[in-house]
């Protein structure tokens, strides 16, 4: 059962471009998890969803930011006119189910680089 | 709501020595606590879990925690440190409340293991 996965594992961009980030979550789960780790800091929350749908996008800057989990394919974390503040690194995770039991299970990472 | 202390930033111990992480929760409900592992840019791995069974949970690579409801406290340890062990630890935080809650990351704990 292969874990979770995220491509690409680093990305370089340049300011104003566009940043696409993809998780593939575990076979079977169908609840994925968007964090970002910025330097020296913990990991924090930016968005939560299910097939088709955003859950909890709470933690999501208000602008530039979005994310989708489609029927079909991964989910896409999309960061439009990056800056280079968007520098981080960005942790996808992915759990069977909801509730306070479920462990989420963590992809290996994109790494964001914002020149 | 809830909230996750790790009291040190920085633990520095002898290899062979005992491990000691410290973590403190706060929580409205009976919560699920977790510790994960991120070695140098790699992705968060599950150590071990506490979800209301056994207080004493044990998890992978010798580490264990105690929950204990009454200091608010999920600490970690190892008695032996092994220099594979250098790495970043998170304690987390679920509330089982019933449906979906955000987990909640301390900042993290860097553990150096010195020769």
């Known amino acids: 059962n292969a874990g979770v996965m995220q491509n690409p594992r680093h990305l370089v961009r340049r300011r104003g471009q566009e940043a696409r980030l993809r998780c593939s979550p575990m076979?079977?789960?169908?609840?994925v998890y968007w964090y970002r780790q910025l330097p020296e800091e913990g990991l924090k929350f930016m968005v939560y969803?299910?097939?088709?749908?955003?859950?909890?996008e709470s933690g999501m800057p208000k602008e530039r930011f979005s994310a989708e989990f489609p029927k079909e394919g991964p989910s896409i974390l999309r960061i439009q006119q990056v800056v280079r503040g968007d520098s981080a690194a960005y942790f996808c995770?992915?759990?069977?189910?909801?509730?306070?039991?479920?462990?989420?299970?963590f992809g290996p990472g994109t790494r964001l680089l914002v020149l | 709501a809830q909230s996750v202390t790790q009291l040190d930033s920085h633990v520095s111990v002898s290899e062979g020595t005992p491990v000691l992480l410290r973590c403190n929760y706060s929580s409205s409900y009976s919560p699920s606590l977790f510790w994960y592992v991120q070695h140098p840019n790699k992705g968060l791995q599950l150590l071990l879990k506490?979800?209301?069974?056994?207080?004493l949970v044990k998890g992978i690579n010798g580490f264990e925690a105690e929950f204990k409801k009454s200091e608010t406290s999920f600490h970690l340890t190892k008695p032996s440190a092994h220099m594979s062990d250098a790495a970043e630890y998170f304690c987390?935080?679920?509330?089982?409340?019933?449906?979906?809650?955000?987990?909640?990351f301390g900042i993290g704990t860097k553990l150096q293991v010195i020769p």
């Open positions: 076979k079977g789960h169908s609840h």
């Open positions: 969803l299910q097939k088709e749908n955003i859950i909890d």
């Open positions: 506490y979800t209301s069974a056994a207080t």
């Open positions: 987390v935080v679920s509330p089982n409340s019933g449906g979906y809650q955000k987990v909640t």
């Open positions: 995770a992915s759990s069977p189910a909801t509730g306070g039991q479920e462990t989420q299970y």
